[in-house]
């Protein structure tokens, strides 16, 4: 088959979705691009190839070369889908064996990872939680143990909204987190109701013991529940991780840090750090609580400059040469 009879086949798949299908001249301009493309990866095999000798390694093939030129993940897809559809139309017009774009998957779109603040940011971000309002006011005070406490142990917002001050347990009701300050720890109950206890630095320790005399004028007797919570709103009651979302949110925003701060971008700066500083993955693993050590490699990442620091202090061949 030549090139003509190539074309003529591609002429007519796009008369076909001009006139059967009726589609744009827009849409069906970017379906003859994709084909053109087609037509492209084909011509690498060498001359005289045809649509029907095409497989499926060779559309794994082609998707494999977009994928090598920076072609992301969505546009490979759109081009598969109008392959698709193209040889599903030759196999009316001639005796093609099996459809080979059939089966054949764009790369998955990678997730991308939470972002992390630089760390004199989120020391400045969290350290400065007083400028919410009137310093020494109960809510300003508040907001900075908060603050401290979701940096320095990387709680999960649902896990620090949960905390009370003590461990408490009373009729249908047991604490599902709560704070030592003698012993610097917490404990929270964090995925698959697994707990673990994170050491708590010592800004957050003072934070949170100048907001407890205001935690107690806050407390009302009715509260239940209520009254065990660490952090209280205004009107006694157990802060929600909306409320904390919101609050640090405008937070940020007022001390010019960044638009849309949230407490996860907080707990993913304190995984980064920690990692960054200590190059220990399994304890970064454990102070996060995750179940698998695949989900904190997800979760942090370590920058060249550190991978390159490690390589030179450890490995017994990375030594410069300092002469000849």
């Given at each position: 088959?030549d090139?003509?009879?190539?074309q003529?086949?591609?002429?007519g798949?796009?008369?076909?979705l001009?006139?059967?299908?009726?589609?744009?001249?827009?849409?069906?301009?970017?379906?003859a691009r994709?084909?053109?493309?087609?037509t492209?990866?084909?011509?690498?095999?060498?001359?005289?190839?045809?649509?029907a000798?095409?497989?499926?390694?060779?559309?794994?093939?082609?998707?494999?070369?977009?994928?090598?030129?920076?072609?992301?993940?969505?546009?490979?897809?759109r081009?598969?889908?109008?392959?698709?559809?193209?040889?599903?139309w030759?196999?009316?017009?001639?005796?093609?064996?099996?459809?080979?774009?059939?089966?054949?998957?764009?790369?998955?779109?990678?997730?991308?990872?939470?972002?992390?603040?630089?760390a004199?940011d989120?020391?400045?971000?969290?350290?400065?939680?007083s400028?919410?309002?009137?310093?020494?006011?109960s809510?300003?005070?508040?907001?900075?143990?908060?603050?401290?406490?979701?940096?320095?142990s990387?709680?999960?917002v649902s896990?620090?909204?949960?905390?009370?001050?003590?461990?408490?347990?009373q009729a249908?009701?047991?604490?599902?987190?709560?704070?030592?300050?003698?012993?610097?720890?917490?404990?929270?109950?964090?995925?698959?109701?697994?707990?673990?206890?994170?050491?708590?630095?010592?800004?957050?320790?003072?934070?949170?013991?100048?907001?407890?005399?205001?935690?107690?004028?806050l407390?009302?007797?009715?509260?239940?529940?209520?009254?065990?919570?660490?952090?209280?709103?205004?009107?006694g009651?157990?802060?929600?991780?909306?409320?904390?979302?919101?609050r640090?949110?405008?937070?940020?925003?007022?001390?010019?840090?960044g638009?849309?701060?949230?407490?996860?971008?907080l707990?993913?700066s304190?995984?980064?750090?920690m990692?960054?500083?200590?190059?220990?993955?399994?304890?970064?693993?454990?102070?996060l609580?995750?179940?698998?050590?695949?989900?904190?490699q997800?979760?942090?990442?370590?920058?060249?400059?550190?991978?390159?620091?490690?390589?030179?202090?450890?490995?017994?061949r990375?030594?410069?040469?300092?002469?000849?």
């Amino acid at each position: 088959m030549d090139a003509s009879t190539n074309q003529s086949y591609l002429s007519g798949y796009l008369d076909s979705l001009a006139g059967q299908r009726q589609l744009s001249a827009h849409t069906i301009s970017n379906y003859a691009r994709d084909l053109r493309e087609l037509t492209s990866l084909m011509q690498t095999l060498g001359a005289q190839w045809e649509f029907a000798a095409l497989s499926h390694f060779h559309i794994r093939k082609f998707a494999a070369q977009l994928h090598s030129r920076g072609l992301g993940p969505s546009s490979i897809a759109r081009k598969l889908s109008a392959w698709r559809g193209f040889f599903e139309w030759l196999a009316q017009q001639t005796t093609l064996a099996s459809n080979p774009v059939e089966g054949v998957k764009a790369p998955k779109r990678a997730k991308p990872l939470p972002k992390a603040m630089a760390a004199d940011d989120a020391i400045h971000l969290v350290a400065s939680g007083s400028s919410l309002a009137d310093a020494g006011s109960s809510m300003a005070l508040c907001n900075q143990a908060m603050f401290e406490l979701l940096y320095s142990s990387g709680l999960r917002v649902s896990e620090l909204a949960g905390l009370d001050l003590q461990y408490t347990r009373q009729a249908g009701y047991e604490s599902a987190g709560w704070i030592d300050l003698d012993g610097a720890e917490v404990t929270v109950t964090g995925k698959g109701s697994k707990k673990r206890s994170v050491p708590v630095g010592g800004p957050a320790i003072r934070a949170i013991t100048a907001w407890l005399p205001q935690r107690q004028t806050l407390l009302k007797s009715d509260q239940g529940e209520h009254a065990a919570a660490l952090f209280l709103t205004e009107r006694g009651s157990r802060m929600s991780p909306r409320v904390i979302q919101l609050r640090l949110k405008h937070h940020a925003q007022a001390l010019g840090v960044g638009s849309n701060v949230h407490p996860h971008m907080l707990r993913h700066s304190f995984a980064s750090h920690m990692l960054q500083g200590s190059g220990d993955l399994r304890a970064v693993q454990e102070l996060l609580g995750h179940a698998s050590i695949a989900a904190t490699q997800v979760y942090t990442s370590l920058d060249f400059q550190r991978l390159a620091q490690v390589y030179d202090a450890a490995h017994p061949r990375a030594k410069k040469i300092t002469g000849k």
